[in-house]
């Protein structure tokens, strides 16, 4: 369960989900649980791009705080610069992983699943 005020465990905790996810939807035996499963992806990949925000601005405000391991605040505070930069650069692209998930999601709502296979298959060009 999410503590909501640990973000150290909360992060250990969504990393486990993850990996149980990446186990489990190696196969669905019921198709018509995929489009809740990119719903809550969504959802996942929305909170992650907040996450990955409040990071870089962690890092950028605690720069009086940073040091490099030899004691130096100038390096330390360059350092968490650099990591608030790609910190900021990840969620953009977490943004364009969003956008797709939001357009998968649309698409796989307008697909009603059979419990039986079609006899005439339609040909698939591309995914």
Excluded: C
């Amino acid at each position: 369960m999410p503590t909501f005020y640990d973000p150290g465990a909360d992060a250990g905790e969504a990393s486990e989900a993850l990996r149980g996810l990446a186990h489990a939807s190696r196969r669905f035996e019921h198709p018509q649980e995929m489009y809740g499963v990119i719903g809550d992806l969504l959802g996942g990949v929305r909170s992650l791009r907040q996450v990955l925000d409040q990071l870089a601005t962690a890092h950028a405000s605690n720069r009086p705080l940073a040091f490099d391991d030899s004691g130096d605040h100038s390096a330390g505070s360059k350092d968490a610069l650099a990591a608030a930069d790609e910190l900021h650069q990840a969620a953009t692209f977490i943004d364009q992983a969003e956008e797709r998930l939001n357009v998968a999601m649309s698409v796989a709502g307008r697909i009603a699943w059979y419990t039986e296979p079609s006899n005439n298959p339609a040909p698939v060009k591309r995914w």
